[in-house]
């Protein structure tokens, strides 16, 4: 299990189900403001929004939810004014970390950050201090069952794609941020819907966890995902699928 994946998308199953739909909704909630603030309330010409609205739907997000979230954004209704702040550090076995999140508090966010680092044997550092072992991607992910990839392939190579990465149940497509969009666009044109569009952080380099390391480092991972405000926690840390803690 590699860092590059978002942990969301992998975390062991934990708390109760209401609490953990209300976090859901919270981060949808801000990111569909963040769309809208920066790329305006048109859906259809604002991809970003667009995702955010796909993503919300996926959640079962109510519809009258996203769209309050998106007039505020625009502007339209009065709304806390929200700003995206990353932050850097090391984990466990010197595993690099960065966590992006979005706060209309930066002093509490920073606290919750630097407890998690403080309580799980992790160190938050400045800024810049580990950003240099990621790349900026753009990636696609779409469900893998059916997609005549020859195809698929066609239409990824002549739009911009770096790399396409076909695992079982999922194909991932990464490409430069400036071909994002366009890339998005033609494969929805020609019929592939991606599952997950996003802007994602990219470990040049990998870390090797073994041991006691392992869990320290997952249960730090867990707590960043706990805090409200996180929207994302990158790492560049390589786990054998053998040393992955069972499903709780």
Not at 14 to 20: E, I, L, M, R, V
Not at 34 to 58: E, F, P, Q, T, Y
Not at 166 to 172: G, K, R, W, Y
Request: glycine share 10%.
């Amino acid at each position: 299990m590699s860092g590059h994946s978002k942990w969301s998308t992998i975390k062991r199953k934990k708390g109760a189900a209401d609490a953990k739909r209300g976090r859901i909704f919270s981060r949808l909630n801000k990111e569909i403001m963040l769309a809208a603030r920066g790329g305006g309330s048109d859906v259809d010409s604002n991809i970003r929004l667009r995702n955010a609205v796909a993503s919300a739907r996926a959640a079962n997000m109510p519809k009258e939810n996203i769209t309050r979230a998106i007039k505020k954004g625009a502007g339209e209704l009065d709304g806390v004014m929200i700003e995206e702040i990353a932050y850097e550090g090391y984990g466990p076995g010197g595993v690099a970390l960065i966590i992006e999140t979005v706060s209309d508090n930066r002093n509490r966010t920073t606290a919750d950050v630097r407890h998690a680092f403080d309580k799980h044997n992790g160190n938050l550092g400045a800024a810049g201090s580990v950003g240099w072992m990621f790349d900026r991607k753009g990636r696609l992910q779409f469900p893998s069952d059916g997609v005549d990839m020859a195809k698929f392939e066609e239409v990824a190579i002549e739009n911009g794609a770096e790399d396409i990465f076909a695992e079982e149940e999922e194909v991932t497509v990464t490409c430069a941020v400036a071909d994002f969009n366009t890339l998005q666009e033609a494969f929805r044109n020609a019929g592939f819907e991606p599952e997950n569009a996003d802007l994602a952080r990219i470990a040049t380099t990998t870390v090797k966890v073994e041991g006691k390391n392992v869990d320290t480092l997952l249960k730090l991972i867990d707590a960043l995902e706990e805090i409200d405000d996180v929207q994302n926690v990158w790492g560049n840390y390589d786990i054998a699928d053998e040393d992955m803690p069972a499903d709780e």
